[in-house]
């Protein structure tokens, strides 16, 4: 939650410290054995552009994370502003995430972790809990404040897929990607059969869909010579209400679980699907050697 930021393509670095906390394997229902395919532009609908783009480094986005302040904001291409929260971001948990976090079951997955708030506060309450964010500042951030993350996208493979009992999406990151549709049912890949996914989403009845870019508010968008950076390209984002969701959720075969709201902010938590998504026979072998890639870390995740 918090990064407010397109995917990228890198698989990652395995950034987690040594306690990092990803599910145990456990018996799963054939129908739950689900995968994402990768490689392909069917399974993953940031495309072949967002796919090859730099890892996060330079951008406003960082640079707030660094401060541990704003401005900034997300810019559409009429000008039009939407500041984002970064002081809260960079807060503890407050009382809306403890409403959210106090709900939280089994091992949790926490997708656009931010500067970790949330990860640090769910592994003080005893929470096997795991930060994904593709920007290093916060997963650097994340890991310096006492949670576990890594430099993943929730569109790459994953430590525990099928297994986590809870997922966040907090802090806007429903809009990740532009297609509400699509994270939903990568979602739907990465829970455990009648797991949780916690959804923050926004207090208006909207369902928008646009291109943004990152914005710091500081000066005009200046024409730079040369093929744009990460930081410059626009990326596809969403905002959506809790209507809005409810009819992605229920197309897509979600059952609601609870609605509430917090000091403003706007929550839903929806249990999974019971249907057979991507089978594992649709793995493609650079998701193998992920997979086995990945083996240390998870193993290292287990020891607690």
Known sequence: MSTMLPPSSSSGTATAPATATAPAQEPRETADASEVTRSTAATDPRGAEAR????????????????????????????WLLPLEVERWCSDAGAADLSALHR????????GCGPGRLVAELTALGHRALGIDVSEAAVARTRRIGGSALLRSVFDPLPGEGRWGTLLLVDGNIGIGG???????????????????????????????????LDDGRRAPAKK????????????????????????????????????????????????????????????????????????????????
């Open 179 to 213: 297609d509400p549709a699509a994270l939903l049912n990568r979602a739907a890949d990465l829970l455990s059969t009648g797991g949780l996914l916690i959804a923050e989403t926004s207090p208006l009845d909207i369902d928008e869909r646009v291109q943004v870019r």
């Open 104 to 111: 939280c079951e089994g091992p949790v997955l926490d997708i």
């Open 225 to 304: 010579a040369g093929p744009p950076g990460p930081a410059d390209r626009p990326f596809p984002w969403a905002r959506i209400g809790t209507p809005a969701l409810l009819r992605y959720a229920g197309a897509c075969g979600w059952r609601p679980a609870d609605q509430w709201s917090a000091e403003g902010r706007a929550f839903v938590s929806l249990r999974r699907p019971r249907r057979p998504v991507r089978e594992r026979s649709t793995r493609t072998s650079s998701q193998s050697a992920e997979s086995a890639n990945s083996t240390p870390v998870i193993s290292s995740q287990l020891e607690r």
């Open 52 to 79: 090859t783009a730099a890892p996060w480094g330079t951008d406003p986005y960082a640079n707030a994370l660094r401060n541990g302040r704003g401005p900034l904001f997300l810019r559409r291409s009429d000008g």
